[in-house]
């Protein structure tokens, strides 16, 4: 299994470009994530999918789009990238043992694409 | 407000010494706690996760404890190496969390260790 994926590994925009962040899994799992990581912060959801055409927003989701169109990918789509959203980004996947309230899940991140927008 | 704090926010220390890494929190309802160790530019790999009725779990030289009626964990580390160098970041999942959406993270601390 090569567990999850990312590219690119590096990626430098200009201000107002738009650019896609692709992450796969071969783990078949359900849940798929997409975080931001930037210094001296913990890494902060942007969005979620718990299956195939299901996504939702998470902490910061403002100037990112996503879509599941399948188990395996979880692309992530910069519309207009800013300065701001200089940072690297973490796609994860998870799934989810247990009951309410006895949620055990396990999660996996891929290596990260790191981000630099001029 | 569900957070996590993690203390100290760095830590440098002798190869072969021992450390331990502090993080406590408020989430409500609390479900599990991990603890992950982050390589310089690599994703955060998970070393232990503790529920509410485990108090200790150990993976190799890691040891976590976890004190649910005072919200604080510790990671332990014996004799390091200095392949423990990296961040290690504490996160706590609340209990209605299924799909990783109610994760809080703390920001990590960095350990370096030096020959």
């Known amino acids: 299994n090569a567990g999850v994926t990312q590219t690119p590994k590096f990626q430098v925009l200009k201000t107002g470009q738009s650019m896609t962040l692709q992450c796969a899994q071969d783990?078949?799992?359900?849940?798929m994530s997409w975080y931001r990581q930037d210094p001296g912060m913990g890494l902060r959801l942007i969005h979620y999918?718990?299956?195939?055409?299901?996504?939702d927003q998470g902490e910061v989701p403002n100037g990112y789009n996503v879509s599941r169109s399948t188990t395996e990918d979880f692309p992530l789509r910069l519309l207009s990238a800013a300065p701001s959203q200089t940072s690297v980004y973490f796609c994860?996947?998870?799934?989810?043992?247990?009951?309410?309230?006895?949620?055990?899940?396990?999660?996996?991140f891929g290596p990260g694409t790191r981000l630099t927008v001029l | 407000k569900n957070q996590v704090e993690q203390s100290p926010q760095s830590l440098i220390i002798l190869e072969g010494k021992n450390c331990t890494l502090q993080?406590?929190?408020?989430?409500?309802?609390?479900?599990?706690l991990r603890w992950y160790k982050q390589d310089t530019g690599r994703g955060p790999v998970s070393l232990t996760i503790?529920?509410?009725?485990?108090n200790t779990k150990s993976n190799g030289r890691y040891t976590a404890t976890l004190d649910a009626d005072t919200k604080q964990s510790s990671l332990h580390i014996t004799a390091s190496q200095l392949s423990d160098s990296a961040s290690y970041i504490c996160?706590?999942?609340?209990?209605?969390?299924?799909?990783?959406?109610?994760?809080?993270f703390g920001k990590g601390t960095t350990l370096s260790v030096s020959s």
């Open positions: 993080c406590n929190y408020t989430v409500s309802p609390f479900s599990n």
């Open positions: 503790m529920t509410f009725s485990e």
């Open positions: 994860a996947s998870s799934y989810s043992t247990g009951r309410v309230n006895y949620y055990r899940y396990e999660q996996f």
């Open positions: 783990m078949n799992h359900e849940y």
């Open positions: 999918s718990v299956g195939a055409g299901i996504t």
């Open positions: 996160v706590v999942s609340a209990a209605y969390n299924q799909a990783g959406t109610a994760l809080i």
